[in-house]
């Protein structure tokens, strides 16, 4: 399966954001999906998993309340609602695919797609 994420740009902070994650070859309903980032000199991180039918979400504390993951199987598309950004969100944001599951850890996931970057100003 090929991921395309889209939908970073330059933003201020308190601004929002929505990110998207397109499929091709493969059908994502019955893949877990998740979103991860990963900061200029930072390691990559979760930001926020979901599972094939969309009845498990998991978020990293720090953009609870603020980012919102869902999934339109029929579109085949994975989404990230960025809301309330901070400069400390800025990094390339990554979608991943898993074929058993979800959750938090990046090695577990099967297909990565390109980073699409996020710029949020102060």
């Known amino acids: 399966v090929q991921l395309q994420a889209s939908g970073g740009g330059l933003v201020q902070a308190g601004d929002s954001l929505r990110l998207s994650c397109a499929a091709s070859?493969?059908?994502?309903?019955?893949?877990?999906m998740g979103w991860f980032r990963q900061a200029p000199g930072k390691e990559r991180e979760f930001v926020a998993g979901?599972?094939?039918?969309?009845?498990?979400?998991y978020y990293e504390d720090f953009v609870k309340g603020r980012f919102t993951i869902s999934r339109d199987n029929a579109k085949n598309t994975v989404y990230l609602q960025m809301s309330s950004l901070e400069p400390e969100d800025t990094a390339y944001y990554y979608c991943?695919?898993?074929?058993?599951?979800?959750?938090?850890?990046?090695?577990?996931?099967?297909?990565w797609g390109q980073g699409t970057e996020v710029t949020v100003s102060s």
């Open positions: 991943a695919a898993r074929i058993y599951g979800t959750g938090n850890s990046a090695s577990k996931y099967d297909y």
């Open positions: 070859g493969r059908t994502l309903s019955s893949y877990g």
């Open positions: 979901i599972s094939w039918s969309g009845s498990r979400i």
